[in-house]
DNA sequence: AAAGATTGAGTCTTCAATCTTT
DNA sequence: AAAGATTGAAGACTCAATCTTT
């Protein structure tokens, strides 16, 4: 059995306690401004930055490493007041072409104005990231 | 408005997208060898550690970053199989003191069977941490 | 009033089964 | 059969209200 040793447990428990702690005072700040959370936002920028293609369910899923049936019921709640709309595939009768409408792009902005300041005061405002590696090059080699 | 840069929403991007993926192979592999959640473990280890004093949960919560009606249901479920036991506080009427039964003890003991080597797989064997400063030293640095 | 803890109701997530199209 | 997507039922989480003790 291989057990990890002391550095490698010190990285897993600051990763978990770091993401719980900084993720909480994101979403609290969505929250208090009565904006819906973070997962809309991801949803969204996605559709917009597909503009015109049409992206699906099954490659949103990827990009945001949801379960399929977690993807379908978060597309529901987001399409039910109006952010986005589903519509049937042209090349494929299983699939569905998603899209962004006039307000959920303007949602999306809301939400910016609220997200943006709330990484950098979570994330932006605590690191000195000049000195040495930068954290997002360490953190990717996880992802490997 | 503070918006933040792009290292800093790299950053933000990479932590969120890691946690999710790391955390997911680790509770993956606990699933699959039919053993409870990471939650569970973080509670059993930090009673085993208090052990003889009675820890109480709202020390509890606040180790574990958890809101007071969660842990309250997390401590239910645990309780109702046995893991721990709850008991009247003897000096504080309002509270409890929290124990880890013997079944507690050996359940830890099995999840670290699964839990080690899956965090040495999804994190130490990613990591080349001599060089450099270390991962878990920078992730410190969000928490201040 | 504040601190410690619980609870009903509503929402979200998860599991497993299902359905349709490829 | 595999891929894309959905769904009922069960479990877990959240909000707000509650209860007891300090």
Redesign the pocket.
């Known amino acids: 059995m291989i057990l990890p040793e002391p550095s490698t447990k010190r990285t897993w428990v600051t990763l978990l306690r770091t993401h719980r702690q900084v993720l909480a005072s994101v979403e609290d700040a969505l929250?208090s401004a009565g904006l819906p959370p973070l997962?809309w936002y991801d949803v969204l920028l996605e559709l917009e930055r597909s503009k015109g293609q049409g992206i699906?369910?099954?490659?949103l899923?990827k990009k945001l490493l949801l379960?399929?049936?977690?993807?379908?019921?978060?597309?529901?709640?987001i399409e039910k007041v109006a952010l986005i709309s589903?519509k049937p595939?042209d090349?494929?009768?299983?699939?569905?072409q998603l899209s962004i409408t006039k307000r959920g792009v303007d949602m999306r902005k809301n939400m910016w104005r609220i997200y943006g300041p709330a990484i950098q005061s979570a994330v932006g405002e605590k690191l000195s990231l000049t000195e040495g590696k930068e954290l997002s090059e360490l953190l990717e080699k996880l992802q490997e």
């Open positions: 929250k997962a699906r369910p099954f490659e899923q379960p399929q049936y977690g993807m379908s019921r978060l597309l529901d709640r589903r595939c090349d494929d009768g299983r699939g569905q």
